[in-house]
């Protein structure tokens, strides 16, 4: 998405403040959207690594995966 604002465009007869102050309401409703649009992905980008960590945690001593899945890494402790 890509906004623009430039106060400078005032049109004949068009009060440039009103004209401006509606050009950034506009604005602020267009970030406020994409803001939460962005907030959305992040969540769900959050879940999706708080599993892809919970997953890297598990072998076979904490779960139903068999010894083999383990690969060649020594276990600690």
Known sequence: MSLSLSLSDSHE???PISDGTARL??????LQAQNAELRAI????????????RQL??????????PSSDG??????
């Open 13 to 15: 007869g068009a009060h």
């Open 25 to 30: 309401e506009s604005l602020i409703a267009a």
């Open 42 to 53: 992040i969540a769900v980008q959050n879940a999706r690594i708080a599993d892809l960590e």
């Open 57 to 66: 945690g598990l072998n076979s001593g904490n779960s139903g995966k068999p």
């Open 72 to 77: 060649l890494k020594q276990p600690a402790g």
